[in-house]
């Protein structure tokens, strides 16, 4: 298990601009891997249909499988477009993923939206950067350095001033909320664990496990 503050900066991208980067990261940066992931974004009550409605929740609790490893990962601090949040990460062994979701599905957590993505990530100046594909979406990048809670402000201005070199824009709290909520609304990824087995949903979602 791991604790680290994140402090992250994210936006879109048109696909020119992210052919852009990619040529630009992969000639003056170093690339690290690519990421095919499954996220399960956890929701308490309800799935918001805007997250002004969920504003003040600090809890982020996630799914995700990443190269077919499984792991939970809970991010705790309000989310935003330039966030410092705690996250913990707690690997998962693949036959033991149905129990532990099953623990949450008893403790409560049961709504999820399901969305994959495939992602480069690079070392670039210090920071890590990664260009991600959202599958039937878009593109984005995330720029992030993870560090101690003391040092958060100064990763924020190292930071913006690479983004503003680049030309690259992060969300306002505004944008990131509507690209979420565009997500978070579409049906055919929202799921109910109460009502539905995750072995039905693995099915679905099969070349990310198997």
Same mark, same amino acid.
């Given at each position: 298990?791991?604790?680290?503050t994140e402090v992250e900066f994210?936006?879109n991208?048109?696909?020119g601009?992210?052919?852009?980067?990619?040529?630009l990261?992969e000639?003056?940066?170093?690339?690290?891997k690519?990421k095919d992931?499954?996220?399960f974004m956890?929701?308490?009550?309800?799935?918001?249909?805007?997250?002004s409605?969920?504003k003040d929740e600090?809890?982020?609790l996630r799914f995700?499988?990443?190269?077919?490893q499984p792991?939970i990962?809970?991010?705790?601090?309000?989310?935003?477009?330039?966030h410092?949040?705690?996250?913990?990460?707690i690997?998962?062994?693949p036959?033991?993923?149905?129990?532990?979701?099953?623990?949450l599905?008893l @403790?409560?957590?049961n709504l999820?939206v /399901?969305?994959a993505? =495939?992602?480069l990530?690079? $070392?670039y100046?210090?920071?890590? %950067?990664?260009l991600a594909?959202?599958?039937?979406y878009g593109y984005?990048?995330?720029?992030?350095i993870l560090t101690?809670?003391?040092?958060?402000?100064?990763a924020?201005k190292?930071?913006t001033k690479e983004?503003t070199?680049?030309g690259l824009k992060?969300?306002?709290e505004?944008? @990131?909320?509507?690209?979420?909520?565009? /997500?978070n609304n579409? =049906?055919?990824?929202?799921? $109910?664990?109460?009502?539905?087995? %995750?072995?039905e949903?693995?099915?679905?979602?099969r070349?990310?496990?198997?």
């Amino acid at each position: 298990m791991t604790s680290q503050t994140e402090v992250e900066f994210i936006g879109n991208l048109p696909k020119g601009k992210f052919e852009e980067l990619k040529r630009l990261f992969e000639k003056e940066g170093k690339f690290k891997k690519q990421k095919d992931r499954i996220s399960f974004m956890y929701f308490r009550n309800n799935i918001p249909k805007d997250l002004s409605e969920i504003k003040d929740e600090p809890v982020d609790l996630r799914f995700r499988v990443t190269n077919k490893q499984p792991e939970i990962v809970l991010k705790y601090g309000l989310f935003n477009a330039a966030h410092a949040r705690k996250e913990v990460s707690i690997p998962l062994k693949p036959e033991e993923v149905e129990k532990h979701l099953e623990l949450l599905s008893l @403790l409560g957590w049961n709504l999820v939206v /399901i969305y994959a993505t =495939k992602t480069l990530t690079y $070392d670039y100046k210090g920071i890590e %950067f990664a260009l991600a594909e959202i599958k039937d979406y878009g593109y984005n990048f995330e720029a992030e350095i993870l560090t101690d809670e003391s040092k958060a402000d100064e990763a924020k201005k190292i930071i913006t001033k690479e983004l503003t070199k680049l030309g690259l824009k992060p969300f306002d709290e505004q944008g @990131l909320n509507k690209q979420c909520n565009a /997500i978070n609304n579409k =049906k055919d990824i929202q799921f $109910d664990f109460s009502k539905k087995s %995750f072995k039905e949903v693995r099915e679905r979602f099969r070349e990310f496990f198997d």
